[in-house]
């Protein structure tokens, strides 16, 4: 028998038993949709997630107060016995490969302007926060490059807050109140949105110094340090380890790497996504046990073409060639109704909710069909097998 044998054989059986066959390739379609549409949600989300981590850049190194072995940020944050100072952020400029160092100063206080009042969050900063983190200035100028101790009572606000506190006048050079202090407002930012949940447009930005001052901390929450693209980042984190010691005369401070956060993040995305996968493949096992139902149904009810095969001299393992083939046919075509269904459901999603990620992951769609058509072939081995070794004589008898 040629190969065109086995196929017509095989599409006719097909085309004889249409419901049967539809409803057999259904459960792999099933299967094979459930795959790509769940893939294709955890390769959105990873895509959106891995995009809101790099939104501040990819070469910022973080310091946190406080020795952590896991990584993360510290939980010696607000406590420590050493705390980070602003001179231990500007001594790390002095490293070389260090662009901008940044102290942060995090809170949240009630902002007042013209009897409006926004609780909001304050950042104390200073003026190399646009290079680092990737701001940019609407109006006005970002805070000036004025000695830490001695920063004036200047701040930028965010759109969100310009909108709420001044949404028919000019707000620079107007005065507006953080807690119990007289800001000048000499900036508005411009537009970023929120990243991971934290909106930067709702946010006032001030010196760090008055940061300090205002929250009654003693030390800073963060250093953010940025360094040239294409420098050793481990040579870099080896030298503000060493000089950070050099001030403090211990190790107390946890140093974190966004190119290590995103390889770490980047792996347990993708292992969500494996998970999610798998739990798509529960659908193909559904439906490659119908397939192994239904062949061995198709096996009852053609013993007398089967007898009839093996009378006119097919062998064993041409018949069981056969029945393999019908049911990899199956699973294939089922296969191909599942991607075509579960990549179109995507899109479909994609264009009603924009703000849903989809992200096709071409090899996962190949993997799947490749499992189905495996599928079908392991569902179909024991008709198959069951087929071929019915003897020829007594097939014919029993048609």
Avoid: C
Wanted: glycine fraction near 10%; aromatic fraction near 6%; proline fraction near 3%.
């Amino acid at each position: 028998m040629l190969f065109a044998d086995y196929l017509h054989l095989a599409t006719t059986s097909i085309r004889f038993s249409r419901m049967r066959s539809f409803l057999t390739a259904l459960g792999i379609a099933v299967g094979i949709a459930a795959v790509v549409l769940l893939t294709a949600l955890g390769g959105g989300v990873q895509q959106y997630v891995l995009k809101q981590f790099t939104q501040f850049g990819a070469h910022i190194i973080a310091i946190n107060p406080g020795k952590s072995s896991t990584l993360g940020v510290s939980g010696a944050m607000v406590s420590n016995v050493r705390p980070l100072s602003i001179e231990d952020a500007e001594s790390l400029r002095r490293i070389q490969g260090v662009q901008t160092s940044v102290p942060v100063v995090q809170g949240n206080s009630p902002v007042e302007a013209d009897k409006r009042t926004r609780w909001t969050t304050v950042l104390g900063v200073n003026h190399e926060t646009l290079a680092t983190w990737q701001l940019r200035v609407a109006s006005g100028q970002f805070l000036p490059d004025d000695a830490a101790r001695q920063a004036r009572n200047l701040a930028v606000i965010g759109a969100k807050v310009r909108a709420e506190l001044f949404p028919d006048s000019n707000p620079l050079g107007q005065a507006i109140r953080i807690g119990q202090e007289r800001f000048r407002v000499i900036g508005v930012m411009e537009s970023k949105g929120q990243i991971l949940g934290f909106d930067m447009d709702d946010s006032v930005y001030i010196p760090v110094a008055r940061a300090m001052a205002l929250f009654n901390r003693e030390g800073l929450m963060e250093i953010d340090v940025l360094y040239q693209a294409g420098a050793n980042e481990a040579g870099i984190i080896a030298q503000i380890k060493a000089l950070l010691i050099q001030r403090h005369g211990t190790e107390d401070v946890t140093i974190t790497s966004q190119s290590d956060m995103l390889k770490t993040l980047g792996s347990i995305l993708d292992i969500l996504k494996a998970v999610v996968a798998g739990i798509g493949s529960i659908s193909l096992l559904v439906g490659g046990v119908g397939i192994l139902t239904i062949m061995s149904i198709a096996v009852n009810e053609r013993t007398g073409e089967i007898g009839l095969l093996r009378a006119l001299g097919a062998s064993r393992q041409q018949v069981t060639r056969l029945f393999l083939l019908e049911a990899a046919a199956l699973a294939g075509l089922g296969g191909i109704a599942g991607l075509v269904v579960g990549i179109s459901i995507a899109w479909l999603l994609h264009l009603t909710l924009p703000a849903l990620p989809v992200q096709i992951d071409w090899l996962y769609v190949m993997l799947a069909e490749a499992v189905a058509v495996v599928t079908g072939l392991l569902a179909g081995f024991a008709p198959a097998q069951r087929a071929s070794a019915l003897p020829p004589v007594d097939a014919l008898r029993r048609e």
